[in-house]
């Protein structure tokens, strides 16, 4: 794989930034003060347009380098092999660029189907078999969806021409078009692979984040090389088992084909295995830019610090995008779309667990019936403090975004959608997976082999297409879940939870009273979200007794929250604790909440 | 809880649920891999969350023994997971690394928390694996053995790589198992509810009165 160094010669840059940028942002010092990481840009182009890349002599190279020999003596002086090798590597070449995705190289993969079946890889070079698809389903499934891409990728460039964007030299375009329906549809479709990497990072608003704060990264992951955060021995201990089988991240020893390691041949890797653990072979460029995507966001981000499947998702960054680009993508999916879902406490991923749990009661009762259980085998009333166990496998759906999950092109698809049209997307694909799952799951007789099931049905999704329709077909389909209802479920949850936490035993005297419990149940009614206590006439198919509408629900047009059980909140209204609202009511009422939330602490 | 029914052939059958715990990277689920599929990879993707595997084995020629697996996530931050899988455990393996003497106080720490939190009758196996890395050895034998001992758990070094003691350690723990008491409750019903049925309240005997 070749490696292109962002560095053009020892004082010349040429990355892909504004022009307004370059005058600003570099002032040549490398700080490991604070204050210096978070120093920004002050004069910056308004415009997030790229243009040609303009040569900008800065001291950029220099001070990594000078920088490179600091770190080199002070991890010797601290015995830290492994970052020594690192910073010998990425002296030359102290930036990681996805060489093998310029669209030249693509062929290469394509074309080549590897030594034996199982190592035939696709073109991202992850294996094309599985223990759940043949290599004949994947070629069977290549050959169609391959022209698929193709037909797409013309449609693409039409549309782009037609909005009038030029192309960089190698052929991806700019800028991408304004959110439109048209885009979107066009999005969900599938973006051309190998624009792929700039539409995240247009879509999620990348450019914002690297114009704001130009150079910060490359600061934080020196700094990150010279004193190492707390982390950064997780960080090491996942970096060689992220995508082990990919082609881009397996050992340089491996890709050399002398030792195959084949799922189920067991014999052969116990024999080798040792030799390949001891041997000193360099890391794959992809695993250091890894190492220093990941120290850097521990550094940035310590609320979260590392966190087993970030590893994964910036791995996957890695693959379509330049290292500072997955770095901050992965601060914008971190703060922005899965807030506090990595962070220590797992918190933001527990809140969209209970979420994603309520949707599924809601949406697929069928599914409900099975996996809403616990261990026990009982469903439990607080679904929402005590999380059923099928959430130990959905939460890592979200963590990782489906990585690992589904299969890879099924992930960039989701990501597509995701980056596009933000969390709510993962929500809509986990409800697809529990519906096109619905009948395996409920022909299940055994409690625990649901768990089963459940991980093995995404892994045959292969057909990325049949996944992404069955998600946005207007029949049955879940494009209808609003980021808004997501929202405001997901501060209904986090109120719940925190609220059970930290005061459970007076819990019905503390809501409304300190004001700040946004789904009091006096705040909910007034503002509508709960009908009120006589209002039940658009719920005749309530059964107080067990919970549940017997009526199919409606995302869109009803929004429920779920009856949780709990008899210490919302007490009063415990039969009745869903609302309904529309889409613009949400907004509305969630505003109302806040008046009244003022109010009340005025 | 076991699930063990007579048949009308005399075979007993049980099925327990055991779950791994311990440190990231120390080879939990390469030890699972091996016990349920007999492979190993060198380099094995992190755990995110849990993953559930089941094996059968046959303990002697009238008993089998299904175990249900959860494999279960390394870092600290998942651990507040943990209670989840362990709460019905009839059985939990605790995994070091003998090459990370870290990674034996991480171990003790779980065999605490099960200890204090779990199922009072759970069977708890120490396992010292990567036997393989003998040469980098960092935590003795002896060491390990005599903690096990006073801790009153079954004890294993093994390796996931060559497989050594990986069988061994998952018989162990199904002879520890109480199976009489479990071939005793021969109930028609099969074990928990009928789940056709829609969510209802938890019954008395599974609220332990844990929210967490």
């Known amino acids: ?602 | 809880m076991a699930g063990a029914r007579d048949s009308s052939s005399g075979t007993r059958f049980a099925q327990f649920k055991l779950v791994l715990l311990g440190e990231s990277a120390v080879g939990k689920s390469s030890l699972v891999l091996r016990f349920v599929k007999d492979q190993f990879d060198d380099y094995r993707e992190s755990t995110i969350g849990a993953a559930f595997l089941t094996q059968t084995i046959g303990l002697d020629e009238s008993t089998t023994i299904k175990f249900e697996i959860w494999d279960t996530a390394g870092q600290e931050r998942y651990k507040s997971l943990a209670p989840m899988y362990y709460r019905n455990a009839n059985c939990a393996v605790v995994v070091y690394d003998i090459t990370q003497a870290s990674s034996l106080d991480k171990a003790k720490s779980w065999v605490k928390e099960l200890q204090r939190q779990a199922n009072e009758n759970i069977i708890i196996a120490l396992a010292g694996n990567k036997l393989d890395l003998n040469a980098k050895r960092q935590v003795e034998t002896s060491v390990a053995d005599a903690y096990a001992r006073e801790s009153g758990l079954l004890f294993f070094e093994t390796s996931a790589k060559t497989g050594e003691n990986v069988t061994e350690l998952f018989t162990a723990i199904a002879k520890r198992l109480p199976l009489e008491t479990a071939s005793t409750r021969t109930r028609a019903a099969p074990k928990g509810v009928d789940l056709s049925r829609p969510s209802r309240r938890a019954p008395a005997q599974s609220n332990n009165g844990c929210t967490c």
């Not at chain 1, 020893?253 to 052969?268: D, Y």
């Not at chain 1, 890894?290 to 693959?319: D, E, H, M």
């Not at chain 1, 779309?337 to 667990?353: S, T």
């Not at chain 1, 980056?419 to 096109?436: E, G, M, N, Q």
Request: proline share 5%.
């Open chain 1, 1 to 602: 794989m070749e490696v292109i160094g962002l560095y053009q010669s020892e004082d010349t840059i040429i990355p892909r930034v504004p022009p307004g940028d370059y005058a600003v942002a570099h002032d040549g010092s490398l700080s490991s003060g604070s204050s210096g990481i978070l120093a920004s840009a002050q004069n910056r182009g308004s415009s997030g347009m790229y243009h040609e890349p303009i040569p900008v002599p800065i001291g950029k190279a220099n001070i990594s380098k000078n920088n490179q020999s600091s770190i080199l003596s002070s991890s010797t002086s601290s015995g830290n092999l492994k970052f020594l090798s690192t910073s010998t590597a990425s002296k030359s070449h102290p930036l990681f660029v996805p060489g093998s995705f310029a669209s030249s190289n693509w062929s290469n993969f394509r074309s080549s189907p590897g030594t034996s079946a199982a190592n035939a890889r696709d073109r991202y070079g992850f294996r094309k078999q599985s223990q759940y698809i043949t290599l004949q389903e994947y070629d069977d499934w290549w050959a169609r969806y391959d022209k698929y891409c193709q037909r797409r990728h013309v449609k693409w460039e039409a549309l782009i021409e037609d909005c009038g964007i030029p192309f960089d030299e190698e052929g991806v375009p700019i800028t991408f078009p304004p959110k439109s329906k048209k885009v979107k549809r066009y999005v969900r479709k599938g973006i051309p692979a190998e624009w792929r990497g700039a539409a995240w990072f247009w879509y999620a608003r990348g450019h914002d984040y690297l114009r704001d704060n130009y150079g910060l990264y490359d600061r934080l992951w020196q700094q990150g090389m010279v004193s190492p955060p707390p982390d950064s021995e997780l960080i090491e201990r996942d970096l060689h088992r992220t995508f082990p089988d990919n082609i881009h991240f397996r050992n340089a020893e491996w890709q050399n084909g002398s030792v195959p390691s084949t799922p189920g041949s067991t014999g052969s890797s116990k024999s080798t295995a040792s030799s390949r653990r001891n041997s000193n072979v360099p890391e794959m460029p992809v695993v250091q830019a890894l190492r220093r995507v990941l120290l850097a966001f521990s550094l940035y981000v310590p609320k979260t610090g590392y966190c087993q499947s970030l590893n994964f998702v910036a791995g996957l960054l890695l693959l379509f995008m330049e290292e500072e680009k997955a770095f901050w993508m992965l601060v914008i999916i971190t703060q922005k779309y899965l807030p506090g879902m990595h962070e220590i406490n797992l918190e933001g991923a527990n809140i969209d667990q209970g979420v994603l749990m309520m949707c599924v009661k809601e949406s697929l009762p069928t599914v409900w019936n099975k996996i809403g259980a616990g261990l026990d085998g009982f469903h439990h009333d607080d679904m929402i403090m005590r999380l059923p166990p099928i959430t130990l496998c959905t939460a890592a759906w979200f963590m990782s975004g489906f990585i690992g999950v589904l299969p890879i092109e099924s992930v960039v698809r989701v990501w597509d959608c995701f980056f596009y049209d933000d969390s709510k997307v993962f929500f809509r694909i986990a409800l697809t997976i529990f519906k096109l799952g619905e009948s395996q799951v409920d022909s299940v007789r055994d409690p625990m082999e649901v768990f089963q099931v459940v991980q093995t049905v995404p892994k045959h999704l292969l057909d990325a297409n049949v996944l992404i329709q069955a998600c946005f077909r207007r029949r049955n389909g879940f494009g209808h879940i609003s980021q808004d209802e997501i929202n405001e479920r997901r501060k209904f949850v986090a109120e719940k939870r925190r609220h059970n936490t930290s005061s459970a035993a007076d819990a019905s005297v503390s809501l409304g009273a300190k004001g700040g419990v946004v789904l009091s149940s006096s705040a909910l009614e007034s503002s509508g979200y709960l009908p009120r206590t006589n209002n039940s006439s658009r719920y005749k198919h309530y059964d107080a007794i067990t919970g549940t509408y017997h009526s199919k629900s409606n995302f869109g047009k009803r929004m429920q929250l779920l009856r949780m059980g709990s008899t210490n909140m919302l007490s009063l209204h415990a039969r009745n604790d869903y609302f309904g609202t529309s889409h613009s009511q949400a907004k509305e009422h969630s505003a109302a909440v806040e008046r009244n939330n003022t109010t009340k602490e005025e």
